[in-house]
Every structure is written in C-alpha cells, then in structure tokens.
C-alpha cells in the first residue's frame, strides 16, 4: 500500500519562505517519480507543477521556477519542496504524488500520477 503524507509549514508572511515535507511509505522515491503541484482558488491543479523522474532529474513548470526546490532524502524515503520570497499568489493546497512508473512523458500533468497525498494548505498573507 502507498501512503504519501505533506506535513511542513503553514503560513507566512509575503516574502518569507516555507518548506513542506512529503513522506512516503509502499514506493521508493528513487524508484518513482514525484511531484509537487498545488491547486490555488480558482485554478488548475498542473498550472504549477515539479516532477523528480527516479533518478533522471527533475522538471519544473514555468511558474514553479525561481523561487520553489525540490528535494529528497532517500534513507528518510521523502521529499521536500523549499519554497521562498512567497507572495499571495503562493496562496494553495499543495500535494505531493508518486507514480511507479519512470520516464519523462507528461509527468507536470496531474493525470500522471497514481498516488497523491491529502494536500496541505500553504497561506501567505500580505
């Protein structure tokens, strides 16, 4: 059985930086391929999207660039995105997903992934 589980920080003041954790038990994440994406209000879940490809690499969306890190601990079986200078903007349910199979074919899009976790609430207020 899968399980994915995002714990981490959950406000913050615009400019600050949060880090959220995603920790996963069933898969390997270096025999997977992870990815962080969130769903702000009124919008897309994919519209912001990071993929670790097993250990191919790692894609980032357009909007996730600059300012969002992902990263991994493999002995701790987790991964984390670092996420700085937030603005309101930032404001979403952010979720972590795994997916057993490798390769680097659509893996910014939701329907991509097979497990997800339950998604935690990121607010960064003004």
């Known amino acids: 059985q899968v399980r994915l589980v995002e714990s981490g920080g959950e406000s913050v003041q615009a400019g600050g930086s949060l880090r959220l954790s995603c920790t996963i038990s069933g898969i390997r994440v270096d025999n997977a391929c992870m990815g962080w994406f969130r769903q702000a209000p009124g919008k897309e879940r994919e519209e912001f999207a990071i993929?670790?490809?097993?250990?191919?690499?790692?894609e980032y969306a357009d909007s996730a660039k600059d300012r969002f890190t992902v990263s991994r601990d493999i002995a701790k079986n987790a991964v984390y995105l670092q996420m700085n200078s937030l603005n309101a903007d930032d404001t979403a349910v952010y979720s972590c997903a795994a997916d057993s199979r490798l390769g680097n074919s659509g893996t910014l899009l939701e329907g991509r992934y097979r497990y997800w976790g339950q998604g935690k609430q990121v607010t960064v207020s003004s």
């Open positions: 993929a670790m490809i097993g250990n191919d690499g790692t």
